[in-house]
Nanobody, 128 residues
Framework: QLQVAESGGGLVQAGESLRLSCLIS????????VGWFRQAPGKEREGVAC????????YYSDSVKARFTIYKDIAKNTLYLQMNNLKPEDTAMYYC?????????????????????RGQGTQVTVSS
């Protein structure tokens, strides 16, 4: 059974950087895409970045493109999200998840009502 553990969130000022980590276990990810999504209070889930576990295809939402970078360390079973030039609107709980599809659909997939995710998330707060 898939298990994930997110870490790396915190409180930063606008313009600063953070790197999130997600340790993934319990599932062979060869045919999966893995990604990050976020949810702020009162708002819908937003898929921000996704990457194929066994390849290099990526997806970024328009709101984070050119500021965030998703990458993985397969040997460590860990997914990362490097977040630069953070903005107050990036404030949210960030989660990682895996699904058997392509990154291109990530933005839609995370929004479906029965989207399955297992982690507790890590809070990112950006002050202005």
């Amino acid at each position: 059974q898939l298990q994930v553990a997110e870490s790396g969130g915190g409180l930063v000022q606008a313009g600063e950087s953070l790197r999130l980590s997600c340790l993934i276990s319990g599932l062979s990810l060869d045919d999966y895409a893995v990604g990050w999504f976020r949810q702020a209070p009162g708002k819908e889930r937003e898929g921000v970045a996704c990457i194929t576990w066994s390849g290099s295809e990526t997806y970024y939402s328009d709101s984070v493109k050119a500021r965030f970078t998703i990458y993985k360390d397969i040997a460590k079973n860990t997914l990362y999200l490097q977040m630069n030039n953070l903005k107050p609107e990036d404030t949210a709980m960030y989660y990682c998840a895996a699904y058997p599809g392509t990154p291109a659909a990530w933005g839609v997939v995370v929004g479906v009502p029965d989207f399955d995710y297992r982690g507790q998330g890590t809070q990112v707060t950006v002050s202005s």
